[in-house]
């Protein structure tokens, strides 16, 4: 299954797809792995030199694992398709 994540931040729209593993049910979370987590933490700004702090990881949640390890969560939409707004917003 795909998700797809529209993040509207200070580098205008973005938008990726993050693909799940199986067929999760709308509502269920679901523990990204670390190269998805890499990958959406470099996808709303991809420039070295800029300081907007911005990343597509806020549409997802922190949770910690067993050994205190954080770990992100995505929660399935009903729709398959997530909007997030970053701190800047240009649209």
Request: aromatic share 6%; net charge positive.
């Amino acid at each position: 299954m795909d998700i797809k994540i529209k993040y509207h931040g200070f580098h205008g729209l973005t938008r990726a797809v993050v693909r799940l593993p199986g067929n999760p049910q709308p509502g269920e979370l679901v523990r990204l792995s670390r190269s998805q987590v890499r990958r959406l933490a470099r996808a709303a700004c991809g420039m070295a030199d800029c300081r907007c702090g911005e990343s597509l990881l806020a549409a997802c949640e922190i949770r910690m694992g067993a050994d205190n390890a954080p770990y992100y969560v995505l929660e399935v939409p009903p729709t398959g398709t997530l909007e997030v707004w970053g701190n800047y917003p240009q649209d």
